[in-house]
Protein backbone atom coordinates (compact mmCIF):
# COMPACT_ATOMS: atom_id res chain seq x y z
CA UNK A 1 0.00 0.00 0.00
CA UNK A 2 1.23 3.41 -1.08
CA UNK A 3 -0.07 6.74 0.05
CA UNK A 4 1.46 9.90 -1.05
CA UNK A 5 0.58 13.49 1.10
CA UNK A 6 1.57 16.81 -0.68
CA UNK A 7 3.33 18.71 1.93
CA UNK A 8 1.78 21.99 2.65
CA UNK A 9 -1.00 21.57 0.15
CA UNK A 10 -3.06 24.78 1.85
CA UNK A 11 -0.64 27.11 0.47
CA UNK A 12 -0.97 25.62 -3.52
CA UNK A 13 -2.97 28.89 -5.02
CA UNK A 14 -3.93 27.25 -8.52
CA UNK A 15 -5.24 24.05 -6.77
CA UNK A 16 -7.11 23.26 -10.43
CA UNK A 17 -4.24 23.42 -11.68
CA UNK A 18 -2.23 21.36 -9.46
CA UNK A 19 -4.81 18.46 -9.41
CA UNK A 20 -4.78 18.27 -13.02
CA UNK A 21 -0.74 18.04 -12.87
CA UNK A 22 -0.60 15.62 -10.11
CA UNK A 23 -3.61 13.51 -11.91
CA UNK A 24 -1.78 13.77 -15.17
CA UNK A 25 1.23 12.59 -12.75
CA UNK A 26 -0.96 9.34 -11.41
CA UNK A 27 -1.40 8.39 -15.13
CA UNK A 28 2.08 7.99 -15.96
CA UNK A 29 2.63 5.73 -13.03
CA UNK A 30 -0.01 3.86 -13.84
CA UNK A 31 0.87 3.62 -18.01
CA UNK A 32 4.62 2.83 -17.04
CA UNK A 33 3.78 0.31 -14.26
CA UNK A 34 0.49 -1.30 -15.04
CA UNK A 35 1.58 -4.81 -14.13
CA UNK A 36 2.65 -3.96 -10.88
CA UNK A 37 -0.30 -2.58 -9.74
CA UNK A 38 -3.36 -3.81 -7.64
CA UNK A 39 -4.66 -0.96 -7.73
CA UNK A 40 -4.02 2.26 -9.51
CA UNK A 41 -2.91 5.02 -8.77
CA UNK A 42 -5.28 7.67 -8.01
CA UNK A 43 -6.27 11.13 -6.52
CA UNK A 44 -8.12 10.82 -3.44
CA UNK A 45 -8.57 14.09 -1.20
CA UNK A 46 -8.77 17.14 -3.46
CA UNK A 47 -5.18 18.11 -4.25
CA UNK A 48 -3.52 16.20 -0.85
CA UNK A 49 -3.73 12.49 -1.47
CA UNK A 50 -2.72 9.58 -3.83
CA UNK A 51 -2.81 5.96 -3.36
CA UNK A 52 -2.01 2.51 -4.98
CA UNK A 53 -1.91 -0.37 -4.08
CA UNK A 54 1.63 -2.61 -5.30
CA UNK A 55 1.75 -6.16 -5.77
CA UNK A 56 5.52 -6.03 -4.79
CA UNK A 57 7.75 -3.36 -3.92
CA UNK A 58 10.37 -3.26 -6.56
CA UNK A 59 9.18 -0.04 -8.34
CA UNK A 60 7.73 1.95 -5.57
CA UNK A 61 10.97 4.48 -5.15
CA UNK A 62 10.16 4.91 -9.54
CA UNK A 63 6.60 5.41 -9.19
CA UNK A 64 7.55 7.93 -6.06
CA UNK A 65 10.61 9.79 -8.06
CA UNK A 66 7.97 9.68 -10.67
CA UNK A 67 5.36 11.64 -8.52
CA UNK A 68 7.30 14.04 -7.13
CA UNK A 69 9.15 15.28 -10.73
CA UNK A 70 5.61 15.41 -11.78
CA UNK A 71 4.44 17.93 -9.13
CA UNK A 72 7.62 20.33 -8.36
CA UNK A 73 8.73 22.70 -6.55
CA UNK A 74 6.02 20.94 -4.62
CA UNK A 75 6.48 18.20 -2.38
CA UNK A 76 4.90 14.75 -1.94
CA UNK A 77 5.89 12.68 1.46
CA UNK A 78 4.97 8.80 1.14
CA UNK A 79 4.09 5.65 3.46
CA UNK A 80 4.79 2.29 2.24
CA UNK A 81 3.27 -0.80 3.97
CA UNK A 82 2.87 -3.94 3.53
CA UNK A 83 -0.33 -5.65 4.81
CA UNK A 84 -3.55 -7.07 3.90
CA UNK A 85 -6.37 -5.65 1.89
CA UNK A 86 -9.54 -7.21 2.29
CA UNK A 87 -12.21 -5.01 1.12
CA UNK A 88 -12.85 -4.42 -2.36
CA UNK A 89 -9.26 -5.75 -3.91
CA UNK A 90 -11.26 -6.99 -7.05
CA UNK A 91 -12.64 -3.88 -7.67
CA UNK A 92 -9.12 -2.67 -8.64
CA UNK A 93 -10.49 0.89 -6.92
CA UNK A 94 -8.09 1.96 -4.23
CA UNK A 95 -10.64 3.94 -2.79
CA UNK A 96 -13.02 1.19 -2.47
CA UNK A 97 -10.24 -0.53 -0.72
CA UNK A 98 -9.98 -1.02 2.84
CA UNK A 99 -7.72 -3.79 5.16
CA UNK A 100 -5.22 -3.98 7.77
CA UNK A 101 -2.79 -2.54 5.10
CA UNK A 102 -5.02 1.30 4.78
CA UNK A 103 -5.19 1.69 8.81
CA UNK A 104 -1.51 0.90 9.17
CA UNK A 105 -1.34 3.47 6.52
CA UNK A 106 -3.20 5.90 8.10
CA UNK A 107 -1.33 5.68 11.72
CA UNK A 108 1.95 5.65 9.88
CA UNK A 109 1.24 8.86 8.52
CA UNK A 110 0.16 10.65 11.06
CA UNK A 111 3.29 9.63 12.69
CA UNK A 112 5.48 10.75 9.40
CA UNK A 113 3.58 13.95 9.79
CA UNK A 114 4.88 14.59 13.47
CA UNK A 115 8.12 14.05 12.44
CA UNK A 116 8.30 15.87 9.36
CA UNK A 117 9.97 13.48 7.47
CA UNK A 118 9.56 12.26 3.38
CA UNK A 119 9.37 8.53 3.78
CA UNK A 120 7.85 5.88 6.30
CA UNK A 121 8.58 2.25 5.15
CA UNK A 122 6.85 -0.88 6.80
CA UNK A 123 7.27 -3.63 4.18
CA UNK A 124 8.48 -6.35 6.80
CA UNK A 125 12.21 -6.12 7.71
CA UNK A 126 12.53 -3.92 10.21
CA UNK A 127 16.40 -3.42 9.93
CA UNK A 128 16.06 -3.08 5.92
CA UNK A 129 12.80 -1.28 6.47
CA UNK A 130 14.89 1.69 8.88
CA UNK A 131 18.00 1.54 6.73
CA UNK A 132 16.33 2.22 3.30
CA UNK A 133 14.14 5.00 5.04
CA UNK A 134 16.80 6.49 6.74
CA UNK A 135 18.47 7.02 3.32
CA UNK A 136 15.26 8.61 1.41
CA UNK A 137 14.70 10.85 4.38
CA UNK A 138 18.20 12.16 4.45
CA UNK A 139 17.98 12.69 1.09
CA UNK A 140 15.07 14.56 1.08
CA UNK A 141 16.59 16.83 3.96
CA UNK A 142 19.80 17.63 1.82
CA UNK A 143 16.68 18.67 -0.78
CA UNK A 144 14.70 21.09 1.27
CA UNK A 145 17.84 22.67 2.37
CA UNK A 146 18.98 23.73 -0.90
CA UNK A 147 18.78 27.17 -2.46
CA UNK A 148 16.69 28.75 -5.15
CA UNK A 149 19.83 29.09 -7.17
CA UNK A 150 21.01 25.66 -5.91
CA UNK A 151 18.01 24.10 -7.75
CA UNK A 152 18.33 26.23 -10.68
CA UNK A 153 21.95 25.53 -11.81
CA UNK A 154 20.76 21.91 -10.53
CA UNK A 155 18.04 21.85 -12.92
CA UNK A 156 19.83 23.65 -15.91
CA UNK A 157 22.59 21.01 -15.37
CA UNK A 158 20.37 17.80 -15.80
CA UNK A 159 18.22 19.47 -18.67
CA UNK A 160 21.76 20.15 -20.98
CA UNK A 161 24.34 17.08 -20.00
CA UNK A 162 26.91 19.31 -18.78
CA UNK A 163 28.60 21.70 -16.96
CA UNK A 164 30.08 23.69 -19.97
CA UNK A 165 26.60 23.72 -21.20
CA UNK A 166 24.75 24.68 -18.14
CA UNK A 167 27.34 27.35 -17.75
CA UNK A 168 26.53 29.24 -21.22
CA UNK A 169 23.19 29.14 -20.56
CA UNK A 170 22.92 30.78 -17.28
CA UNK A 171 25.81 33.15 -18.48
CA UNK A 172 27.83 32.13 -15.87
CA UNK A 173 31.67 30.39 -15.76
CA UNK A 174 31.71 26.66 -15.45
CA UNK A 175 33.68 26.91 -12.26
CA UNK A 176 30.84 28.79 -10.92
CA UNK A 177 28.85 25.34 -11.93
CA UNK A 178 30.99 23.23 -10.26
CA UNK A 179 30.80 24.88 -7.09
CA UNK A 180 27.13 24.91 -7.11
CA UNK A 181 26.87 21.08 -7.71
CA UNK A 182 29.82 20.76 -4.84
CA UNK A 183 28.56 23.19 -2.70
CA UNK A 184 24.49 21.05 -3.22
CA UNK A 185 26.45 17.85 -2.67
CA UNK A 186 24.91 17.14 -6.36
CA UNK A 187 27.10 14.03 -7.03
CA UNK A 188 26.49 11.96 -3.70
CA UNK A 189 23.44 12.07 -3.93
CA UNK A 190 23.10 11.39 -7.21
CA UNK A 191 24.84 8.30 -6.33
CA UNK A 192 22.63 7.34 -3.53
CA UNK A 193 19.39 7.88 -5.33
CA UNK A 194 20.94 5.83 -8.43
CA UNK A 195 21.37 3.03 -6.28
CA UNK A 196 17.90 3.23 -4.56
CA UNK A 197 15.72 1.66 -7.29
CA UNK A 198 18.42 -1.62 -7.17
CA UNK A 199 17.52 -1.50 -3.10
CA UNK A 200 14.28 -1.80 -3.27
CA UNK A 201 14.04 -4.72 -5.70
CA UNK A 202 16.79 -6.57 -3.84
CA UNK A 203 14.23 -6.11 -0.76
CA UNK A 204 11.18 -7.21 -3.13
CA UNK A 205 12.92 -10.27 -4.04
CA UNK A 206 14.13 -11.24 -0.46
CA UNK A 207 10.25 -10.93 0.56
CA UNK A 208 9.62 -12.90 -1.68
CA UNK A 209 12.16 -15.26 -1.38
CA UNK A 210 10.90 -15.82 2.15
CA UNK A 211 7.50 -16.02 0.83
CA UNK A 212 8.35 -19.07 -0.68
CA UNK A 213 9.93 -20.79 1.91
CA UNK A 214 6.43 -20.13 4.20
Not at 73 to 101: T, W, Y
Not at 182 to 209: G, V
Given at each position: ?5 V ?39 G ?46 D?A ?79 Q ?39
Amino acid sequence: MLIGDVRDSRGIRDREAFRARLTDACEAVNRDHERELAAACTVLKGVDEIGAVLLSIASAYDIMRTLLEAIAPEVMRFVLVRGEVDVGLDSGDVALMDGQAFHAAAAAMGDLKRRKLALRLRAGDSVLDAAIEAEVNLLAIVRDVRSERQNEVIGVYERTGGQAEAARELGVTQQAVSSVLRRSWYKQTERIEQDLPRQFEEYARRLAEREDER
